[in-house]
C-alpha cells in the first residue's frame, strides 16, 4: 500500500485547505483512515480519523469544529477538509492507513497505523 498526500501549502489564518490522500492496492474501502500532523520541535500527534465506512470520526479537541474528514471508497481517497486555519495549525500532515484484526476500527494511536504517506506540508501565517 502506497498512500500520497497533498494539498498542503501556505495560508492566512481564518483561511482554508483541503488536503487529500489516495492509496494504492485493494484494501482502502476496509480500512480505517487517520490524519495526524507533527509540528517544528514537536511529537506527532492525532488529528483526525474515520472507520471504514465513513459512520465514525473522532477528532482532536483542538480541530473539532474546524477540521472534517471525509472519504470516499470509489476513489481510494480520504480528505481532510480544514477551516478556520490558526497558526497553531502549522505542521507535516500525513494520512495513514490502519492495520491489524480491527483495521476498519478507527484508533487515535499512530502505533496502530501500518501505513503513512509522506506528508504534506501546512503553513499558516499570522
Known amino acids: 500500500v502506497q498512500l500520497q498526500a497533498s494539498g498542503g501549502g501556505l495560508v492566512q489564518a481564518g483561511g482554508s485547505l483541503r488536503l487529500s490522500c489516495t492509496a494504492s492496492g485493494r484494501t482502502f474501502s476496509s480500512r480505517a483512515m487517520g490524519w495526524f500532523r507533527q509540528a517544528p520541535g514537536k511529537e506527532r500527534e492525532f488529528v483526525a480519523a474515520?472507520?471504514?465506512?465513513?459512520?465514525?470520526?473522532s477528532y482532536t479537541d483542538s480541530v473539532k469544529g474546524r477540521f472534517t474528514i471525509s472519504r470516499d471508497n470509489a476513489k481510494n481517497t480520504v480528505y481532510l477538509q480544514m477551516n478556520s486555519l490558526k497558526p497553531e495549525d502549522t505542521a507535516v500532515y500525513y494520512c495513514?492507513?490502519?492495520?491489524?484484526?480491527?483495521?476498519?476500527?478507527?484508533?487515535?494511536?499512530?502505533?496502530?497505523?501500518?501505513?503513512w504517506g509522506q506528508g504534506t506540508e501546512v503553513t499558516v501565517s499570522s
Open positions: 495513514a492507513q490502519k492495520g491489524g484484526v480491527y483495521s476498519g476500527v478507527y484508533s487515535t494511536h499512530s502505533y496502530e497505523y501500518d501505513y
Open positions: 474515520m472507520s471504514w465506512s465513513g459512520s465514525s470520526t
